[in-house]
Nanobody, 124 residues
Framework: VQLQASGGGLVQAGGPLRLSCAAS????????MGWFRQAPGKEREFVTAINYSGSRTYYTDSVKDRFTISRDNAKNTVYLQMNSLKPEDTAVYYC??????????????????WGQGTLVTVSS
């Protein structure tokens, strides 16, 4: 599967932004989808993940109640709605796909396919 992330940009603190990740191929619904991010000078970190059907979602603590992941399997797309953005959310955001993560949905080594990344900049 090939992934194409979009929707990044410059936003003021407190504002919203929605990222999209479009996947090629017919097997999108067989992948766990995740979003990771990498801030300047920092390691890549897990943000959120969603299971095959969209019935289960997982979030890192720092984005709970602010970010929402969702997917539309008919459109082969996963979304990341980000609200109440903070300057510390500034990073390149990557979408990723995994055939199976088990309980390790937050481990980037479990993901087989990655998008190119989209930059989110939050100004204070």
């Amino acid at each position: 599967v090939q992934l194409q992330a979009s929707g990044g940009g410059l936003v003021q603190a407190g504002g919203p932004l929605r990222l999209s990740c479009a996947a090629s191929g017919r097997t999108f619904s067989t992948y766990v989808m995740g979003w990771f991010r990498q801030a300047p000078g920092k390691e890549r970190e897990f943000v959120t993940a969603i299971n095959y059907s969209g019935s289960r979602t997982y979030y890192t603590d720092s984005v709970k109640d602010r970010f929402t992941i969702s997917r539309d399997n008919a459109k082969n797309t996963v979304y990341l709605q980000m609200n109440s953005l903070k300057p510390e959310d500034t990073a390149v955001y990557y979408c990723a796909a995994s055939i199976y993560t088990g309980s390790y949905y937050n481990n980037d080594r479990k993901y087989d396919h990655w998008g190119q990344g989209t930059l989110v900049t939050v100004s204070s």
